[in-house]
């Protein structure tokens, strides 16, 4: 079936005590049993809950994955996967992942005694460099955020394998709609369903899923006893999300392109990251990779002042953090969403003070453009 069919059936059949068509939100905190030891598969809500089920579902059947897992951000799913690491365990890190992820693992499972190597991942050679024999986990974003490097999936995963270690995959900036990691042999991915997923901005949760029953056994004990759960009226906000995603991706995708052209024949602008673009170091990967490019655009309008202009002189953009929802986001990386990196690791990564980041959404394109336009003139 194809993924739209998948997107609006997969965990969404009918109620069974009363046919709703649409998942009702079980705002519940236990089941009653009918005996002792005889229930209906929900005992507690921590552990399980109809509404969460049918979106682990539904996110599991979109990504290609026979389980799912969800949680009450994104950040609470990445942490929950860490755990099948153990103290004096190394785990292999693209150097330029989210922030929040860099600070996850630096200053609170650090403290763990779990090793952690930051290493460009682009090229797969660093990460064969990087392993060590206590290697047991190599986690990748791509593409990056706000630069939008790429990491060939398939050349990590096979010298991870060869290594004994499994490969997670942050697939957030993509959504399953245009990449599919375990098509190209990724073990775990995790997802931000604050982003595209739900693609409203009206929620924050976040999704782990995986193919191997005896991790997605641990994976189910490790999210039942630490218990960061997603609530089940944001599960069921995420279930509408995830049934527009195909068209909200096309028309993301398409936007991203037109928006994207726009700046790289800007005389203003000095560099645009898009992995749509002819001139992305990375095209070609991100062809054979990706079923598209996505909205996440950014441009380096060459000074703090100059990114300074154009944040500051836009209408319709709004300045704000994160992405994937219906509104057109613009942010400036360098003070907001990455101030906590380091100003020369900053450097090394390509997020100088004049870059501006782009969550283009769904409004009219040409809208869009102009309003950048304007904004671009008053540099
Ligand atoms: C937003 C984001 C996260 C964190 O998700 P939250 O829902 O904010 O906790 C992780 N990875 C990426 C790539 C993100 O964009």
Request: hydrophobic share 40%; proline share 4%.
């Amino acid at each position: 079936m194809g993924f739209s069919t998948i997107a609006i059936h997969a965990g969404n059949e009918p109620d069974p005590t009363t046919g709703a068509v649409t998942v009702p939100i079980y705002q519940t905190s236990t089941f009653a049993q009918e005996g002792l030891g005889k229930h209906k598969g929900y005992e507690y809500a921590r552990t399980r809950n109809p509404t969460r089920s049918a979106l682990e579902r539904n996110i599991a059947a979109l990504e290609g994955a026979r389980f799912g897992f969800a949680f009450a951000s994104g950040m609470a799913a990445i942490d929950a996967v860490l755990r099948l690491v153990q103290a004096d365990d190394h785990v292999i890190v693209s150097d330029n992942t989210y922030g929040g992820t860099f600070r996850l693992f630096t200053r609170v499972l650090s403290n763990y005694r779990i090793e952690f190597s930051f290493v460009d991942t682009t090229d797969p050679l660093n990460v064969e460099r990087a392993l060590r024999p206590n290697t047991r986990m190599v986690f990748v974003e791509t593409p990056t955020n706000p630069v939008m490097a790429v990491t060939d999936l398939r050349a990590v995963s096979d010298i991870a394998h060869a290594a004994g270690a499994i490969v997670v995959c942050d697939n957030t900036f993509m959504s399953p709609y245009l990449q599919r990691p375990l098509e190209f042999g990724v073990d775990i991915v995790v997802h931000s369903t604050t982003k595209y997923l739900n693609g409203h901005s009206d929620g924050v949760g976040g999704i782990v899923v995986l193919n191997d029953e005896e991790r997605a056994e641990r994976l189910g004990f490790i999210q039942n006893s630490a218990g960061a759960i997603l609530s089940p009226f944001d599960s069921w906000l995420v279930l509408r999300g995830t049934k527009t995603l195909a068209l909200r991706m096309q028309q993301h995708d398409r936007a991203g392109r037109a928006v994207a052209a726009f700046l790289a024949e800007h005389p203003k602008v000095e560099k645009v990251y898009y992995t749509g673009l002819a001139s992305h170091p990375q095209h070609e990967l991100a062809q054979r990779q990706q079923r598209g490019f996505g909205g996440m655009v950014s441009f380096d309008a060459g000074s703090l002042e100059k990114a300074r202009t154009v944040l500051e002189s836009v209408r319709l953009c709004t300045l704000a953090e994160s992405l994937g929802g219906v509104e057109t986001l613009i942010s400036h990386p360098a003070t907001m969403t990455h101030a906590a990196v380091a100003p020369e690791v900053r450097a090394r990564l390509g997020i100088t003070d004049g870059l501006v980041r782009i969550s283009v959404g769904l409004e009219d394109v040409e809208d869009i453009i102009a309003d950048l336009d304007q904004a671009l003139a008053r540099i």
